[in-house]
């Protein structure tokens, strides 16, 4: 299939002081302000339960603030501007949301249903979607997986479909949900590597992770949420993970000491990281 340049020139999204919260009032996210153009690779870092899920489920439509302004395509994003079906046809062909789980995301008898069912919810004439869809089978080289049903696959595979039910849609933007999660070594690797093509054809991808390893092969900027659910940073993707106590204070990394010949080490572990002395 062939994947589509992007015009970079307008942001996509623009969120102005957005708070949410859930039933029990306690804010998952508070005052956030961001705005992410056209073509940007955005990882979204934190540590679990700091509002990573839910601010992506936000640009993605399916969570709306409690407080404060978020504008997709310089349209209101709103429950009401939603019920509108031309701009919710719009919306959805243009942003898709691949879950952290899977299974919450697949639901057709077979690969093959899974993949043509987006499509067809745009009204696109029949043929087109079979081409589509075998056309990304072919790409995610699953094309063999098509008449299997998605409950029995392995991880990786139902990962793989998920991706592909919204690649045939051929969507700007891509919001991925701890993407490397339970995924083994090979698969991640395919899956960083995809991403970059993805990259290099102007998509706009924006990935929540605590998984430090994957983030400088899949982001160019980096937003970092803290344990209070506020946004402490905002910038390059190099300035931020080369800043240690920034990534201490937001639990992305962890210290521990111990003595070594009567000398204190301090160590610094994490995944991208590594392990770095300080005496």
């Not at 299997?148 to 479909?161: I, M, T």
Request: aromatic residues 6%; glycine residues 8%; contains cysteine.
């Amino acid at each position: 299939m062939s994947i589509l340049k992007q015009d970079n020139s307008k942001a996509i999204f623009n969120l102005v002081n957005v708070t949410f919260s859930y039933v029990d009032d306690r804010p998952a996210l508070k005052a956030i302000d961001i705005t992410i153009g056209r073509g940007e690779a955005v990882a979204i870092l934190g540590s679990n339960g700091c509002g990573k899920s839910t601010l992506l489920s936000i640009l993605n439509g399916l969570l709306f603030p409690t407080a404060g302004i978020v504008e997709a395509y310089g349209t209101r994003l709103t429950e009401d501007q939603l019920s509108f079906e031309e701009f919710a046809r719009f919306f959805r062909s243009r942003v898709a949301f691949v879950f952290q789980n899977p299974d919450v995301q697949l639901f057709c008898p077979t690969v093959l249903e899974e993949v043509s069912f987006g499509p067809l919810q745009l009204d696109l004439p029949r043929e087109e979607v079979r081409r589509r869809s075998h056309e990304v089978l072919d790409l995610l080289g699953i094309e063999h997986l098509a008449d299997r049903a998605p409950f029995n696959l392995s991880g990786g595979e139902k990962k793989k479909v998920a991706i592909a039910s919204v690649l045939t849609m051929n969507p700007e933007v891509l919001l991925l949900d701890e993407p490397g999660n339970g995924l083994d070594p090979r698969t991640q690797a395919w899956f960083i590597e995809f991403l970059q093509r993805l990259r290099e054809a102007g998509k706009t991808i924006i990935t929540a992770t605590h998984d430090l390893s994957i983030v400088d092969e899949i982001a160019e900027r980096i937003l970092i949420l803290d344990e209070d659910h506020q946004l402490v940073a905002d910038g390059p993707g190099t300035e931020i993970l080369g800043d240690q106590e920034l990534l201490l204070k937001a639990n992305l990394i962890h210290e521990h000491y111990h003595h070594h010949n009567g000398v204190l080490h301090r160590h610094l572990h994490s995944h991208v990281i590594g392990h770095r002395h300080q005496h």
